[in-house]
């Protein structure tokens, strides 16, 4: 059975502190995998995405890095800042076509 | 549009009642997915249309969900003798193509069945 586990649950950090975030699948032949954002009450936002084929993905402070033989991702924030609360979603794909499995996510807590 | 949009944002119906959740994707993206987001849980993917057809619907739980998408833009998620199981955030996201590109997703619909 192809499962994404996030790891940990929650996690609360001080403001400017770096916060890593785990997920792994047991599954490695993945097609991609995304990270996403979610805000209370809100939908999925997208953060990056990573093709099978890449090791890492950087948007400003993210960096996302992908080990497939491993089957594991981290996403990393540099420099958290109160704003970055949110739950963290690990997405995979195992196939072209866009469907994905999601891990339960990770909550986290940036405090001032 | 801007966006993906989903109506209407919050439903609550009775046990047994019949609910329609709409969705609008993107102008132009001809890939939209289904996903059902229980509480504390990632989203579970329920259903894939390309265009019109539904290229994969391996996600509905039972016969008493069905979705459509008849002109290849607007989808309507159907459920049938609600449960309360049935209870959960349902999410639709659209993509400009199906392969390689990333899906944006609406805000959801909460559905609460009593």
């Known amino acids: 059975k192809q499962e994404v586990t996030q790891i940990p649950a929650a996690l609360s950090v001080p403001e400017g502190e770096n916060l890593v975030l785990n997920c792994s699948f047991t599954?490695?032949?993945?097609?991609?995998l995304q990270w996403f954002r979610q805000d209370p009450g809100k939908g999925l936002t997208s953060l990056l995405l990573i093709q099978s084929s890449q090791r890492e993905q950087t948007s400003g402070r993210l960096n996302a890095s992908l080990d497939k033989s491993s089957g594991r991702s981290t996403l990393y924030i540099a420099a958290s800042q109160p704003g970055d609360s949110a739950t963290y979603l690990c997405?995979?794909?195992?196939?072209?076509?866009?469907?994905?499995?999601f891990g339960a996510g990770t909550q986290v807590v940036v405090t001032p | 549009g801007a966006g993906v949009s989903q109506t209407p944002s919050n439903k609550v119906t009775e046990k047994g009642k019949y609910v329609e959740l709409r969705c609008d994707p993107i102008?132009?993206?001809?890939?939209l997915y289904w996903y059902r987001q229980s509480l504390g849980q990632g989203p579970e993917f329920l259903i894939y249309?390309?265009?019109?057809?539904?290229?994969?619907d391996s996600g509905l739980p039972n016969d008493r969900f069905f979705a459509v998408r008849p002109e290849g833009s607007v989808s309507t998620l159907k459920i049938q003798r609600t449960e309360r199981g049935d209870s959960a955030v349902y999410l639709c996201?659209?993509?400009?193509?199906?392969?390689?590109?990333?899906?944006?997703f609406g805000q959801g619909t909460r559905l609460t069945v009593v």
């Open positions: 997405a995979v794909s195992y196939d072209s076509w866009g469907k994905l499995q």
């Open positions: 102008s132009g993206h001809t890939a």
């Open positions: 599954d490695s032949a993945i097609y991609n």
């Open positions: 996201a659209s993509s400009a193509y199906s392969k390689d590109t990333e899906a944006f």
């Open positions: 249309f390309q265009g019109t057809g539904a290229a994969d």
